[in-house]
């Protein structure tokens, strides 16, 4: 209940922050730019507490429902204009003025990129304060190299230290793993440092079996791994782990003799052998066992033992830490790498050569937020960057209702010389929103079967 109460906080601070700085974007440039804003609110349903602007204006609200907010600006919702196609409400010739809908295209195009623009902002100074007050990375270290691979037939050793891959500098595994995503398909040079040597090696990226950003590049393409001790947390209550005598603390060496590496290699696994028996070797202190354990098969069909697993990398982290203008140079190109990145991810959903079932929802992102919170402050504040990087692709995404569908209006304004008929825009709008409407049922859709599937 505590854990449930504590993630739903973290999930609401971060929907606020983020949500609210969104909408402030598109406030503030309107203001700006002399365009009549009538509300500002946080949160959807009835108004807890609210105060008027000193021009009396702007009417600000924090509302019952924090997930979410709008800006209001005189004349900027086209159902407002429908009426035998005269405006419904009679405006004074200074509120005409200072109507949305009577201004020229490049201020409302402003307006509507002033939104996800501020979101790539936040991302920014979030990214810097990170940079700034440090936190912890795995070190680019080779931990292990598997045979046969890419990696032994180029010579690739333990202890190998990654620090280039071609020109782009690798300062971590997550770097490292991020650079091979983007350069599938290739021959590349890996720079390593060996005891103090600077070696060039070439490198052929294969493209993986399953789409790159689902893939395990450094693993299942290049052939290396950071090397990690496979650990049980914690053993479930009646569960198929506890009846095979399974202990917290176990460390799993492999299943059916095969080589256990990752937390993911163990779950896939176990998820194929529902209802029947799998060899499981474990270390548990400075004895070797070999336990027998069945799987058993969820409502999906996947097996599932019932234990919590953990990964503890073989590799001491290390501490990365910015100084100041290292620091605004971070924000900056963090800030790109996690753009073009989100932007490959979104580009092959739609395309579909990525499983809309890896969509989540509003449970993944309250998950995530409780767990980076977890963590610590500037893991929290990492999450809410990449979080702020994720809402502006998706609101430039040229579907009415969203900031990008207002852009498409704009641009074929200014193509025609003159706006689309209001009774189109609502049309489309209606569409628009079915369409976000059904994308957030799918996601909470894909939220709930996870849930079920473990």
């Given at each position: 209940?505590?854990?449930?109460?504590?993630?739903?906080?973290?999930?609401?601070?971060?929907?606020?922050?983020?949500?609210?700085?969104?909408?402030?974007?598109?406030?503030?440039?309107?203001?700006?730019?002399?365009?009549?804003?009538?509300?500002?609110?946080?949160g959807?349903?009835?108004?807890?507490?609210?105060?008027?602007?000193k021009?009396?204006?702007?009417?600000?609200?924090?509302?019952?429902?924090?997930?979410?907010?709008?800006?209001?600006?005189?004349?900027?919702?086209?159902?407002?204009?429908?009426?035998?196609?005269?405006?419904?409400?009679?405006?004074?010739?200074?509120?005409?003025?200072?109507?949305?809908?009577?201004?020229?295209?490049?201020k409302?195009?402003?307006?509507?990129?002033?939104?996800?623009?501020?979101?790539?902002?936040?991302?920014?100074?979030?990214?810097?304060?990170?940079?700034?007050?440090?936190?912890?990375?795995?070190?680019?270290?080779?931990?292990?190299?598997?045979?046969?691979?890419?990696?032994?037939?180029?010579?690739?050793?333990?202890?190998?230290?990654?620090?280039?891959?071609?020109?782009?500098?690798?300062?971590?595994w997550?770097a490292?793993?991020?650079?091979?995503?983007?350069?599938?398909?290739?021959e590349?040079?890996?720079?390593?440092?060996?005891?103090?040597?600077?070696?060039?090696?070439?490198?052929?990226?294969?493209?993986?079996?399953?789409?790159?950003f689902?893939?395990?590049?450094?693993?299942?393409?290049?052939?290396?791994?950071?090397g990690?001790?496979?650990?049980?947390?914690?053993?479930?209550?009646?569960?198929?782990?506890?009846a095979?005598?399974?202990?917290?603390?176990?460390?799993?060496?492999?299943?059916?003799?095969?080589?256990?590496?990752?937390?993911?290699?163990?779950?896939?696994?176990?998820?194929?052998?529902?209802g029947?028996?799998?060899?499981m070797?474990?270390?548990?202190?400075?004895?070797?066992?070999?336990?027998?354990?069945?799987?058993?098969?969820?409502?999906?069909?996947?097996?599932?033992?019932?234990?919590?697993?953990?990964?503890?990398?073989?590799?001491?982290?290390?501490?990365?830490?910015?100084?100041?203008l290292?620091?605004?140079?971070?924000?900056?190109?963090?800030?790109?790498?996690?753009?073009?990145?989100?932007?490959?991810?979104?580009?092959?959903?739609?395309?579909n050569?990525?499983?809309?079932?890896?969509?989540?929802?509003?449970?993944?992102?309250?998950?995530?937020?409780?767990?980076?919170?977890?963590?610590?402050?500037?893991?929290?504040?990492?999450?809410?960057?990449?979080?702020?990087?994720?809402?502006?692709?998706?609101?430039?995404?040229p579907i009415?209702?969203?900031?990008?569908?207002?852009?498409?209006?704009?641009?074929?304004?200014?193509?025609?010389?003159?706006?689309?008929?209001?009774?189109?825009?609502?049309?489309?709008q209606?569409?628009?929103?079915?369409?976000i409407?059904?994308?957030?049922?799918?996601?909470?859709?894909?939220?709930i079967?996870?849930?079920?599937?473990?």
């Amino acid at each position: 209940m505590l854990e449930t109460i504590h993630t739903t906080l973290y999930f609401i601070a971060a929907i606020v922050i983020l949500i609210g700085f969104h909408e402030y974007g598109h406030f503030i440039v309107a203001r700006k730019l002399g365009i009549k804003v009538e509300k500002f609110s946080i949160g959807f349903g009835p108004s807890l507490l609210s105060w008027r602007s000193k021009d009396g204006e702007v009417e600000y609200v924090i509302a019952a429902i924090p997930l979410g907010g709008y800006v209001k600006m005189l004349g900027e919702n086209p159902y407002e204009q429908l009426e035998d196609g005269e405006e419904r409400v009679v405006l004074s010739e200074s509120d005409k003025k200072r109507a949305f809908n009577n201004q020229p295209v490049w201020k409302r195009a402003a307006v509507a990129v002033a939104g996800p623009g501020f979101n790539f902002i936040f991302a920014i100074m979030a990214y810097m304060v990170v940079g700034w007050m440090g936190h912890q990375v795995l070190p680019p270290v080779v931990g292990s190299v598997n045979p046969n691979s890419e990696a032994e037939h180029q010579g690739l050793q333990v202890g190998d230290r990654v620090v280039a891959v071609d020109d782009a500098e690798i300062t971590s595994w997550q770097a490292f793993e991020e650079t091979l995503k983007l350069n599938v398909g290739g021959e590349h040079i890996l720079s390593i440092d060996r005891d103090g040597q600077h070696i060039d090696l070439p490198v052929y990226l294969t493209h993986p079996e399953k789409d790159v950003f689902l893939s395990n590049v450094a693993e299942e393409v290049l052939g290396i791994g950071l090397g990690l001790d496979i650990l049980i947390q914690e053993v479930m209550p009646n569960s198929p782990a506890e009846a095979a005598l399974l202990k917290a603390g176990d460390q799993v060496l492999a299943i059916n003799s095969e080589p256990i590496k990752s937390v993911h290699e163990l779950i896939e696994v176990v998820g194929k052998h529902a209802g029947k028996p799998v060899q499981m070797q474990v270390q548990r202190g400075n004895t070797q066992l070999q336990l027998e354990v069945t799987p058993k098969g969820n409502d999906a069909g996947r097996g599932l033992i019932g234990v919590r697993l953990s990964a503890k990398p073989w590799a001491e982290p290390e501490w990365q830490r910015k100084g100041i203008l290292e620091g605004v140079a971070y924000g900056f190109v963090r800030t790109w790498e996690v753009t073009v990145m989100t932007g490959e991810m979104f580009k092959r959903m739609i395309s579909n050569s990525i499983s809309a079932e890896n969509l989540g929802g509003p449970i993944a992102i309250a998950q995530m937020a409780g767990n980076t919170a977890d963590r610590g402050l500037v893991y929290f504040i990492m999450f809410l960057a990449f979080f702020s990087v994720n809402l502006a692709i998706l609101n430039l995404l040229p579907i009415p209702v969203l900031d990008g569908g207002m852009l498409v209006f704009l641009a074929i304004e200014q193509l025609r010389g003159k706006a689309l008929r209001p009774e189109v825009q609502v049309r489309f709008q209606m569409i628009g929103m079915l369409l976000i409407m059904a994308l957030m049922l799918f996601a909470f859709y894909n939220d709930i079967m996870r849930l079920f599937r473990g």
